[in-house]
């Protein structure tokens, strides 16, 4: 087994093209421009950037929501076009995507259980004992007590429901997990006691994640590494204490410059 769970090369997404009603040609967005990084087995990589940058679009790729214009993935030793062309459910084996709005992500009509029911039995195909018995192991896992199940998304305060929604991104055993803002929507307070979680899961589970956040004090205090984007480009990635100590490209010093805590913290020291 190789020591990279996520290749990527090149990658390319444009949205817009085309002709408009009229034949005129339509506008062009380049989201992300020819973006190469790897999440080697293990890792946080943490990717940071200003709203628009092409954080969530470069993830929504990875996980097969959006099909990329150019440029090749690998997930988990398998190429992307091979999950593409096998379905949905190739991807939700192997890769899980966890959103920022916890509450929204998950549907308020259906209790916790029925909710962690859907990758168990679409993805995993469990009979009913052995979902019954998955369903009380993730809620566990999460520190969720058992009664979890029978509740319902609106019972849940936001921490509580991105736990949930952690939970249910692991239902089906995927080993990598993409992080999109997962904790922007929480309390300062209930962002840490997330992200806490989050590494212990990783550890003792073996996950890596990719980690998306615009918040560069959270994402120095989860990444092994850094990469940061702007304008749809990587302009720097690195370790995260290197990264953050001495930033290289002027994006980047921009960045720290402007993120209150960050600099707080450093005139401190
Ligand atoms: P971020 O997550 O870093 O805030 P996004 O990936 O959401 O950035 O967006 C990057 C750029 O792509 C933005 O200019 C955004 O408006 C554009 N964009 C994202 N999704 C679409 C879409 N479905 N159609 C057209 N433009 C889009
Ligand atoms: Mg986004």
């Not at 992300?32 to 929504?60: C, D, M, Q, Y």
Request: aromatic fraction near 6%; charge should be negative.
């Amino acid at each position: 087994m190789s020591d990279v769970a996520v290749e990527i090369r090149d990658l390319v997404k444009t949205f817009g093209g085309g002709r408009t009603l009229f034949g005129r040609a339509a506008s062009t967005v380049q989201a992300v421009k020819g973006v190469s990084l790897e999440l080697n087995r293990g890792e946080t990589l943490g990717i940071v950037g200003e709203s628009g940058s092409g954080k969530s679009t470069l993830a929504r790729m990875l996980v097969g929501l959006e099909q990329p214009t150019s440029g090749t993935m690998v997930i988990d030793g398998k190429p992307w076009a091979e999950l593409a062309a096998t379905g949905s459910r190739a991807f939700g084996r192997n890769i899980q995507y966890v959103f920022q709005d916890p509450v929204a992500s998950l549907n308020p009509r259906k209790t916790i259980g029925d909710i962690l029911d859907v990758p168990l039995r679409l993805l995993c195909g469990y009979d009913s004992a052995k979902r019954e018995a998955r369903k009380r192991e993730l809620v566990a896992a999460v520190h969720m007590p058992t009664n979890t199940l029978e509740r319902y998304p609106h019972e849940f305060s936001g921490g509580q429901a991105q736990r949930i929604a952690i939970a249910r991104a692991l239902a089906a055993e995927a080993r990598i997990l993409v992080l999109d803002e997962p904790v922007s929507a929480l309390d300062v307070s209930v962002q840490a006691q997330v992200l806490l979680l989050l590494q212990q899961l990783r550890d003792d589970l073996g996950l890596s994640y990719l980690f998306i956040s615009h918040d560069l004090a959270v994402v120095e205090s989860i990444s092994d590494r850094v990469a940061v984007m702007y304008l749809g480009d990587v302009v720097e990635s690195g370790p995260a204490a290197q990264l953050f100590a001495s930033p290289q490209h002027e994006y980047t010093r921009a960045l720290i410059a402007s993120a209150p805590r960050l600099t707080a913290s450093e005139s401190a020291t």
